[in-house]
């Protein structure tokens, strides 16, 4: 009789906990349907994304780049940190310049200018003139 209560106990314990476990409040998941407007703008910035790269991977802008002295793995990654926000305006701004090579200086320039206001903020460490 002795072993019996022994066990009796043991599993009443168990039980026990397993019901305060079972009673300790889980949150309920969360899911919900994407929106066809979110998904066109994750594609939108997907392209946007794709067609700065694109311009980045060019023979003529990298040069140009790197006589600016920004290196052009870390304008790649410039361009990956982007929000989708800074990223369709940095698009927008390279369909208003002209269809002539100097968009190509436009570009440059204003990621000049945006890598040289990150720096000034002290987000990113690009140009040893800013310190």
Request: proline content about 5%; hydrophobic content about 50%; charged content about 20%.
């Amino acid at each position: 009789m002795h072993a019996n209560n022994k066990w009796y106990r043991q599993f009443c314990g168990a039980l026990v906990a397993v019901f305060l476990w079972a009673a300790v409040p889980m949150p309920a998941a969360q899911a919900s349907v994407v929106g066809t407007d979110a998904s066109v703008q994750i594609a939108q910035h997907a392209q946007v994304k794709q067609r700065l790269h694109q311009l980045l991977a060019r023979d003529d802008v990298r040069q140009q780049l790197i006589a600016y002295g920004i290196d052009p793995a870390e304008a790649d990654a410039r361009v990956d940190a982007l929000t989708p926000a800074e990223a369709q305006r940095l698009a927008g701004r390279l369909d208003d310049l002209p269809a002539a090579g100097s968009d190509l200086i436009g570009a440059l320039l204003f990621i000049f200018v945006l890598l040289l206001i990150t720096d000034l903020l002290g987000l990113t460490d690009v140009y040893p003139f800013t310190r």
